[in-house]
């Protein structure tokens, strides 16, 4: 199973929005709607942000949002702050109850 | 509150077998609809999912490294295992547990644990 692709890094000012991308195949991405998104700060454990394409946990911002078209998953940071300056990955559930990560994708607040 | 902890030796020796613990508190490990998972991030690199298991023994893999992996779950000790055999320098990495769920969405890392770095090195 091949690593989901994303952009190596994205950049924004604050309070503009930011997509970042996760592409893969109809076998991950496209064949399912159980794409997630974590957010790793520098020595720290990923937080989940997104489950399920576009569904938000308790407690994440609603400033974060996710969707999918065919085979490309996206995460939505609008309003960026700050701390929203992090490394973001993205998950796909692949058949027989595994999985795979994205590249991840290094944002920065400029 | 669930969390999770892992331990076990932060150097290994080349070919020798990588053993690794995760502690669940907070909750039970036989609680339905959660995979207790292993996750490793090479140095500046990015996630790597190893595999899971369910409280009931049935594991699951990722492809590329299951030939060398066994994870393997104690209810007693609320406790899951991860052992990697044949290492190399390039199994060094930030080792992760972390619990899967499969009751609001599907295969999502809701808890993780701090992480524990494991080296390989003669």
């Known amino acids: 199973q091949s690593a989901l692709t994303q952009p190596a890094s994205v950049s924004g000012s604050p309070g503009q929005s930011i997509t970042i991308s996760c592409t893969g195949t109809?076998?991950?991405?496209?064949?399912?709607?159980?794409v997630s998104w974590y957010q790793q700060h520098p020595g720290k454990a990923p937080k989940l942000m997104i489950y399920?394409?576009?569904n938000r946990p308790s407690g994440v911002s609603n400033r974060f949002s996710g969707s999918k078209s065919g085979n490309t998953a996206s995460l939505t940071i609008s309003g960026l702050q700050a701390e929203d300056e992090a490394d973001y990955y993205c998950?796909?559930?692949?058949?027989?109850?595994?999985?795979?990560f994205g590249g991840g994708t290094k944002l920065t607040v400029l | 509150q669930v969390q999770l902890q892992e331990s076990g030796p932060g150097l290994v020796k080349p070919s020798q077998t990588l053993s690794l613990t995760c502690t669940v508190s907070?909750?039970?490990?036989?609680?339905?609809?959660?995979?207790w998972s292993w996750i490793r991030q090479h140095p500046g690199k990015g996630l790597e999912w190893i595999g899971y298991?369910?409280?009931?023994?049935?594991?699951y893999y990722n492809p590329s490294l299951k030939s060398r992996v066994t994870i393997s779950v104690d209810t007693s000790k609320n406790q899951f295992s991860l052992k990697l055999s044949s290492v190399t320098a390039a199994d060094t990495a930030v080792y992760y547990c972390?619990?899967?769920?499969?009751?609001?969405?599907?295969?999502?890392?809701?808890?993780w644990g701090q992480g524990t770095m494991v080296t390989v090195s003669s």
């Open positions: 298991i369910y409280y009931s023994g049935s594991t």
């Open positions: 972390a619990r899967a769920s499969v009751l609001i969405g599907m295969m999502l890392f809701d808890i």
């Open positions: 998950s796909s559930y692949i058949s027989s109850s595994t999985l795979v």
């Open positions: 907070g909750g039970s490990i036989s609680s339905g609809g959660y995979y």
């Open positions: 399920d394409v576009s």
């Open positions: 109809s076998s991950d991405v496209g064949g399912y709607n159980y």
